[in-house]
């Protein structure tokens, strides 16, 4: 399993972008998946999880009302919107598939990672 995340980049307090992940292989649709978020010297934190179907999400509290996950399981495709940024969402981005196809809240339970994607915001 290959995970490619894309998406990331600098922009100003308020703004948006928008992060893709393309899962390789024909078995995304059995699986939970996660985006998670690295600060250096700080741990992995998970920001927003979906189940196998996408009708179970979670996000963390800093990210609710303003990030969005969905999944395209026909694209094998997982997004995450994120609007309003804050220069505390600056960090590395990476996203990755569980173990099984609930939604998970650990970072142990998440086998496959995809490389990450920069997301700077400017004050």
């Known amino acids: 399993v290959q995970l490619q995340a894309s998406g990331g980049g600098l922009v100003q307090a308020g703004g948006s972008l928008r992060l893709s992940c393309t899962a390789s292989g024909r078995s995304f649709s059995d699986y939970g998946m996660g985006w998670f978020r690295q600060d250096p010297g700080k741990e992995r934190e998970l920001v927003a999880g979906?189940?196998?179907?996408?009708?179970?999400?979670y996000y963390r509290d800093s990210v609710k009302g303003r990030f969005t996950i969905s999944r395209d399981n026909a694209e094998n495709t997982m997004y995450l919107q994120m609007n309003s940024l804050k220069p505390e969402d600056t960090a590395v981005y990476y996203c990755?598939?569980?173990?099984?196809?609930?939604?998970?809240?650990?970072?142990?339970?998440?086998?496959?990672w995809g490389q990450g994607t920069q997301v700077a915001v400017s004050s």
């Open positions: 990755a598939r569980a173990r099984g196809s609930i939604l998970y809240d650990r970072v142990r339970d998440y086998i496959y």
């Open positions: 979906i189940n196998r179907s996408g009708g179970v999400t």
